[in-house]
């Protein structure tokens, strides 16, 4: 039974610290494709009187035909809109040490910011409304190596 008073939702806007990274998972040749978005807040500083910027750097993954979107159009410094889960895993690293990260699982990416050159196919404001939950993957099901088995399922959102 589901919790209605939960709700895991990210919303990020920032620019893209570089391209993409794209590979295919070795049994099920599922694309998957992780980067980096840095946000910026300014941070008030009351005994200087002064505000200063901080960044912010947030781990992002995409599946399926959503990460061959993002490996297609995304390139370093574009301003993008995400929207997604917040997810934790972890695995046992080469040295035999545990590791643990926190990444963003994006469900939608809108390109945003400046108008892409003559030379791009996608124009600004793009979205990727046109793909379905199947794009995603199911997190009870092993995904490889490097996403190990997780518990989990689909969040059902009440509104």
């Known amino acids: 039974m589901r919790d209605l008073n939960s709700l895991n939702r990210v919303i990020l806007v920032g620019n893209l610290v570089k391209k993409p990274e794209l590979r295919y998972l070795p049994k099920s040749n599922r ?14 500083h009351p005994d200087s009187n002064q505000t200063s910027k901080k960044t912010e750097f947030h781990r992002i993954v995409t599946w399926g035909k959503l990460a061959e979107f993002c490996n297609k159009y995304l390139d370093q410094g574009r301003q993008v809109l995400i929207e997604g889960k917040l997810r934790n895993r972890s695995w046992e690293g080469r040295d035999g040490n545990k590791r643990y990260v926190t990444e963003v699982e994006a469900q939608n990416v809108v390109l945003l910011g400046r108008r892409p050159s003559a030379t ?12 379905s939950a199947d794009d995603f993957p199911d997190l009870s099901e092993p995904a490889g190596d490097q996403f190990p088995e997780e518990g989990g399922g689909e969040d059902d959102i009440p509104f």
């Open 31 to 44: 694309a998957v494709a992780s980067f980096q978005v840095a946000t910026n807040e300014s941070v008030y």
């Open 120 to 131: 791009e196919e996608m124009p600004a404001g793009a979205q990727m409304a046109d793909f």
